[in-house]
């Protein structure tokens, strides 16, 4: 079942006659911790997130376990180890064992030992790997038994009516290669926070638990505090293109219709050498206009090319014209002085992303990467400032906080939706370094182009994914050699067209 609470279950199960499952019994000992405005969420309650990591090195899988559970008992990292519960009121709270035990662990472990080498395995294998050229590969979907265990929760009832933890480990050790897999409910934080998870849990495998930063906002709210204190009164821009009534009406029809016609969506990995990610920016950047009278073309980043080029493959393999809408994760701890304020203090390990959306006709769609680039950056730039962030927090704010959402859908009613989250500021690739859990080097020679204990790889996933998610990007960042990978969820006609433009790069 895929409910978002018990009392839609309970309901689900007194229709069919059986008896109404309860949560599990409270624990007077336990700390209590609240989920913040930008955690407890419709969207995020309907997410489990799972992430795998492929180390080229045989990493001591008990280790791993125990340095994560130590970091869990520092501070307020100890939230990570706690159990969700829905409070009378629908809002969902963590309750966090004290102290953890066996019985009542920090994080769920299990770990499967495959007596070969990674090559040697028939799926394993078949993970993505660099190549020269641009490819198209295997997506973390059929990955998923290196992911987490059989029987791992999959929605938030299985957290809600199970006493288990949030965080489950899940190690997959060969020969000459470790899969480490992590999984959690998205309510728990977003990528920043996975950066802040990963970079603490390599500080205790050096033994430099004493560096480990706080976790910051544990119990209060930061992003709710930053809208409560603010004294503006901007209005919220992007508010103005929302769809309600008819158009949002018109928009789910649409949206239907195109699930309806187009049932199959695939999901695979998109690697883009270094060269071309440069090549790419170049035929950006010569469609440019000089925006002044040094003849200075106008800035795009890397981000926007990459966008651009996104956004283009999927408009591009349309069967009939129509406007796209970009959707963007805007991260407010990079937008607010108030949270810019903390930096070297601590982390926020928690969610702290809202919407933003680029809105592109079908002619600038489907035309030259420069003027998809610099209009992507137009509505970001816009939508970023620090009175438009307040402006939307603000608004969310005035939503019963389970029913918030920060994902709200924006721009034309026949627009195609194209969903597109850049990892790339969390910088995972260099920011994992396991090396005090290397028992020994799985490759070596001058093919390995990565430090002792760093990852080769990373992809993730929802542990659910719906036929409503489709024209969906995930930027995973840069590896070592400053290659790019993405996770692309798209039907056969925009990888057809991918694939087709790979052939003139």
């Known amino acids: 079942m895929k409910s978002a609470t018990i009392d839609k279950m309970d309901a689900l199960r007194r229709l069919l006659g059986a008896s109404p499952a309860r949560s599990p019994t409270r624990v007077d000992t336990d700390d209590v911790y609240p989920l913040h405005m ?19 090195d045989v990493l001591d899988a008990d280790k791993l376990h125990a ?31 004290r102290p953890f035990t066996a019985e009542r662990p920090a994080v769920s472990y299990t770990h499967q030992m495959l007596d070969m080498n990674i090559q040697d395995h028939p799926l394993a294998r078949t993970l993505p790997k660099a190549t020269d050229g641009p490819t198209v590969q295997a997506g973390p979907l059929g990955f998923r038994c290196f992911a987490a265990c ?14 288990i933890p949030q965080l489950s480990l899940h190690v997959t050790s060969f020969h000459d290669a470790t899969l480490v897999g992590l999984a959690w409910p998205h309510t728990l934080m977003d990528v920043m926070g996975q950066q802040a998870l990963v970079h603490a849990w390599s500080l205790v495998l050096a033994g430099k638990g004493h560096e480990v930063p706080p976790v910051l906002g544990a119990r209060d709210d930061a992003i709710s505090a930053a809208a409560d204190a603010s004294d503006e009164n901007e209005e919220f821009r992007l508010g103005q293109n929302r769809l309600t009534g008819w158009a949002m009406l018109r928009f789910g029809l649409r949206f239907a219709w195109d699930m309806l ?36 073309k106008q800035f795009v980043s890397e981000g926007d090319v990459l966008t651009a080029w996104a956004a283009r493959a999927v408009a591009s393999s349309l069967p009939q014209p129509r406007p796209v809408t970009i959707l963007h994760a805007l991260n407010a701890r990079f937008r607010l002085p108030s949270l810019r304020a903390h930096e070297g203090a601590g982390v926020f390990v928690q ?7 680029a809105f592109l006709s079908h002619e600038v769609a489907t035309g030259p990467l420069g003027p998809i680039a610099l209009e992507n950056r137009r509505h970001l730039v816009e939508q970023s400032t620090e ?7 603000r608004e969310l704010r005035r939503q019963p906080k389970a029913e918030s959402d920060p994902s709200m859908v924006c721009g034309a009613s026949d627009a195609v939706l194209v969903p597109f989250t850049n990892w790339t500021r969390a910088d995972i690739f260099k920011t ?13 020679g001058p093919q390995r182009k990565n430090p002792r204990g760093t990852i080769v790889f990373h992809h993730a996933q929802a542990m659910c994914q719906g036929p409503q998610v489709r024209n969906v990007f995930v930027l995973l960042g840069k590896d070592g050699e400053e290659n790019v990978w993405l996770t692309g969820i798209l039907l056969p006609r925009t990888w057809a067209k991918i694939e087709e433009e790979f052939g003139s790069l």
């Open 38 to 56: 930008l955690d407890d969420t419709r969207t995020l309650r309907g997410i489990v997130v799972t992430w795998t990591l492929r180390f080229n």
């Open 67 to 97: 340095s994560l559970s130590t970091l869990l008992e520092i501070g307020d990292w100890r939230k990570l180890g706690g159990r969700l519960r829905l409070r009378e009121n629908g809002e969902l709270e963590l309750h966090v064992p």
């Open 150 to 163: 059989d029987g791992a929760p999959e929605t938030l009832d299985d957290f809600l009516l199970r006493d």
């Open 261 to 296: 016609w187009n049932p199959v969506v695939e999901t695979r990995a998109i690697f883009l050498p270094k060269r071309v990610v440069a090549q790419l920016r170049q035929q950006a950047e010569e469609g440019l206009i000089a925006d002044n009278d040094r003849g200075e």
């Open 351 to 357: 969610n702290m992303a809202i919407a933003a959306c």
């Open 387 to 393: 009175g438009q962030v307040l402006a939307c927090l």
């Open 432 to 444: 994992i370094n396991f090396g005090g859990a290397v028992v020994h080097q799985g490759e070596t």
